[in-house]
């Protein structure tokens, strides 16, 4: 089992679509349909995104989700701490007040600062970290942007208003649903 | 919960006591003893950082467990993959692949290379590694003994001698225990 959840994966990668969707807010329901993933399990993350302001949620027929602020606001740290609260590499049980010899009465010098072995911990810790937010949303939407044909990104942004006016009811009936 | 768990902690430990008893062996026993821990659960990570080669064990009365190499070549990253596995930041699961729009189909662009959001976790993984990989035993060995007394130091050489005599039987039995 890897160190981040799935619940991260399905999480960057609905807001890399709330990045395309711009000002079109997006149901749950719509960027599990687009991402062949399990609505429920969206369902979990977003509040916590939400809660977080990386998204902010709108209530109503057009309501969903947008970003709640810039992609260039938005680490992935941001997004990791957010999702899976801000969980450390390492928790040090302070192991060395136990040694045998000190007999229940660990001595001053044993115990100050940091355990030595925690701190190569900290140091590896905040090296990832520092790396997680050195990269934001809009860094990968460009990377993505620049793979994807404009075609694609277009049929993407007609998906999306496809489903919001379904949602609105604002787009004209097909002939197929019209009284016979 | 953190990233790593517990028996990383214990393990590392047990390691820097090794360091220090050099050619002595010591068995589980003692270096539970010595730290306070759960002998049992010691049990089941010696067999791990045996076979990576970081430890040696020895059979018999003055048997036990040794380094399998100089500390100065056991990092870090050596000890927690060899307790842990070699655990992934990040298990992508190819989400990319599954898009509505694909219809089932994905096109090769869109499949071509590694997922921009796996990229990032790959980045941030190597940079956790390499700062793991960069500290060994023997540093913060070398920052422990900087911080104890000497008189500490020769208390615990003495207990670790003490010990392998106790397990040897060469050390003359206390008035105590002669016959009356």
């Known amino acids: 089992m890897a160190h981040l959840t799935i619940s991260v994966e399905y999480g960057i990668h609905c807001l890399l679509w709330l990045v395309g969707s711009g000002d079109t807010a997006m149901s749950i329901r719509e960027l599990a349909e687009l991402q062949g993933i399990s609505p429920s399990f969206l369902a979990k993350i977003f509040p916590k995104l939400e809660k977080a302001g990386i998204v902010?949620?709108?209530?109503?027929?057009?309501?969903?989700?947008?970003?709640?602020?810039?992609?260039?606001?938005?680490?992935?740290?941001?997004?990791?701490?957010?999702?899976?609260?801000?969980?450390?590499?390492?928790?040090?049980?302070?192991?060395?007040?136990?040694?045998?010899?000190?007999?229940?009465?660990?001595?001053e010098w044993a115990m100050k600062g940091v355990c030595a072995i925690h701190g190569v911990m900290l140091q590896a810790e905040k090296a990832m970290r520092d790396s997680l937010a050195s990269q934001t949303l809009a860094d990968v939407a460009a990377t993505f942007g620049r793979k994807a044909p404009d075609a694609f990104l277009k049929d993407v942004r007609a998906w999306v208003d496809d489903h919001a006016a379904d949602r609105t009811g604002r787009r004209d009936k097909p002939a197929k649903d019209a009284p016979s």
Do not use: M, N, T, W
């Not at 992609?71 to 899976?84: K, M, W």
């Not at 302070?94 to 000190?102: G, I, K, P, S």
């Open 56 to 107: 902010a949620a709108s209530e109503g027929v057009r309501g969903g989700y947008r970003l709640g602020r810039s992609p260039e606001e938005i680490s992935f740290l941001d997004i990791v701490d957010a999702i899976e609260g801000h969980k450390p590499l390492f928790d040090c049980q302070e192991v060395r007040e136990r040694c045998a010899l000190f007999a229940g009465k660990p001595p």
